[in-house]
T-cell receptor
Framework: NAGVTQTPKFRILKIGQSMTLQCTQDMNHNYMYWYRQDPGMGLKLIYYSVGAGITDKGEVPNGYNVSRSTTEDFPLRLELAAPSQTSVYFC??????????FGQGTRLTVV | DQQVKQNSPSLSVQEGRISILNCDYTNSMFDYFLWYKKYPAEGPTFLISISSIKDKNEDGRFTVFLNKSAKHLSLHIVPSQPGDSAVYFCAASARGNNRLAFGKGNQVVVIP
């Protein structure tokens, strides 16, 4: 069982560059999420989706965009990368009212 | 505004003894609480949860206690094992809302 798969695992971006963090899940979960974790901090919700075609902002959405064209995939787009977006990004999925399963994370550094 | 708070960022405990992790929350709408365990360079892994209709939930060596009036929950690990060395996150969500609010985490080190 693959669960939640994130790519890439590591990435270094220059200020102003763009990239897409990929996330796919094979558990047929309706709900998917993107979190970021800064050093010494808990996870903060960036965007979430309750099903294909439906997305909504979380706690820290600025500088990011998402799309959900299929149940399996939930990519996170960074436009005009900034040093403040240096973080570890986690994608997760779940059934409604159930625990979330997380991917292994993407460590992003913006220089 | 931190809705889920975990104080005492790190805890060292001898193997075989009890580890107790505490978590406080401020949002009275929270009704579902979870603990996640995280190893370095891995994603968080679900450990145990509790609904607000209960005050205790047990799963093997892990027990979570909920005190709704105090808006406080705790995780007990007994006996602690070296493989329990990890960061533990407390998380909470409100009814009908799967968005989890996380605490900052507690580093647990179990000394063999």
């Amino acid at each position: 069982n693959a669960g939640v798969t994130q790519t890439p695992k590591f990435r270094i971006l220059k200020i102003g560059q763009s990239m897409t963090l990929q996330c796919t899940q094979d558990m047929n979960h309706n709900y998917m999420y993107w979190y970021r974790q800064d050093p010494g901090m808990g996870l903060k919700l960036i965007y979430y989706s309750v099903g294909a075609g439906i997305t909504d902002k979380g706690e820290v959405p600025n500088g990011y965009n998402v799309s959900r064209s299929t149940t399996e995939d939930f990519p996170l787009r960074l436009e005009l990368a900034a040093p403040s977006q240096t973080s570890v990004y986690f994608c997760a999925s779940s059934y409604p009212t159930a625990e979330a399963f997380f991917g292994q994370g993407t460590r992003l550094t913006v220089v | 505004d931190q809705q889920v708070k975990q104080n005492s960022p790190s805890l060292s405990v001898q193997e075989g003894r009890i580890s107790i992790l505490n978590c406080d929350y401020t949002n009275s709408m929270f009704d579902y609480f979870l603990w996640y365990k995280k190893y370095p360079a891995e994603g968080p892994t679900f450990l145990i949860s509790i609904s607000s209709i209960k005050d205790k939930n047990e799963d093997g060596r892990f027990t979570v206690f909920l005190n709704k009036s105090a808006k406080h929950l705790s995780l007990h690990i007994v006996p602690s094992q070296p493989g329990d060395s990890a960061v533990y996150f407390c998380a909470a969500s409100a009814r009908g809302n799967n968005r989890l609010a996380f605490g900052k985490g507690n580093q647990v080190v179990v000394i063999p």
